[in-house]
């Protein structure tokens, strides 16, 4: 079996960041995701789409992510269902994310230059739990020392390897 969603759109509203009791950040947003064809009056129709992240992710999420931004999901869909005050039985399907990497670089000019983040927790649960870890694309600043920079980070110089150092 697999559940697996990707989607590429834009933020109609800044993101909403919550605590649970616990004291587990979730956020919450929606994207809108174009649709591959046009109406019959020639317009362009989206989707919109609920996410939700949990962690670390959600709160770096609410933190870079802003309304209009254009963003890539990876995840999950999920459905739930509750009882409303009227006692009518409400389904809810939403994408949770464990994956979230910014397309744009911000636009109030204190961006990341262009170079994108990227986000991503693995989820163990339908809850949104499991263990975090996070991959940011830069430097962080840093560049007195090559300790701290990625030995892998692509600075377009070629990469020397000899054949002896090849394994096939």
Same mark, same amino acid.
């Not at 389904?91 to 230059?113: H, K, M, P, W």
């Not at 007195?144 to 990469?159: A, E, H, L, T, V």
């Given at each position: 079996?697999? *559940?697996?969603?990707?989607?590429? =759109?834009?933020? #109609? /509203?800044?993101?909403?960041?919550?605590?649970?009791? !616990?004291?587990?950040?979730?956020?919450?947003?929606?994207?809108?995701?174009?649709?591959?064809?046009?109406?019959? =009056?020639?317009?362009?129709? !989206?989707?919109?789409?609920?996410?939700?992240?949990?962690?670390?992710? !959600?709160?770096?999420?609410?933190?870079?992510?802003? /309304?209009?931004?254009? #963003?890539?999901?990876? =995840?999950?869909?999920?459905?739930? *269902?509750?009882? *409303?005050?009227?006692?009518?039985?409400?389904?809810?399907?939403?994408?949770?994310?464990?994956?979230?990497?910014?397309?744009? %670089?911000?636009?109030?000019?204190? &961006? %990341?230059?262009? %170079?994108?983040?990227?986000? %991503?927790?693995? +989820?163990?649960?339908? @809850?949104?739990?499991?263990?975090?870890? @996070?991959?940011?694309? @830069?430097?962080?600043? *840093?560049? +007195?020392?090559?300790?701290?920079?990625?030995?892998?980070?692509?600075? &377009? /110089?070629?990469?020397?390897? @000899?054949?002896?150092?090849?394994?096939?």
């Amino acid at each position: 079996m697999l *559940n697996r969603v990707i989607l590429i =759109g834009r933020l #109609t /509203k800044d993101p909403e960041l919550r605590y649970t009791p !616990a004291g587990v950040a979730v956020t919450q947003f929606t994207l809108a995701v174009d649709r591959p064809f046009t109406s019959q =009056g020639g317009e362009r129709e !989206a989707d919109f789409i609920p996410v939700v992240t949990w962690r670390q992710l !959600a709160e770096t999420c609410a933190n870079y992510l802003r /309304k209009g931004r254009l #963003t890539a999901v990876e =995840g999950r869909i999920q459905v739930r *269902n509750y009882e *409303n005050n009227e006692g009518k039985r409400v389904y809810v399907t939403e994408v949770i994310a464990d994956n979230v990497r910014f397309l744009e %670089s911000n636009r109030d000019g204190g &961006g %990341s230059g262009g %170079s994108s983040r990227e986000e %991503s927790s693995n +989820n163990s649960n339908n @809850s949104g739990g499991g263990n975090n870890r @996070s991959n940011y694309n @830069s430097n962080n600043g *840093n560049n +007195n020392s090559r300790d701290n920079q990625d030995p892998f980070s692509d600075d &377009g /110089k070629p990469i020397d390897i @000899s054949d002896d150092d090849l394994p096939f």
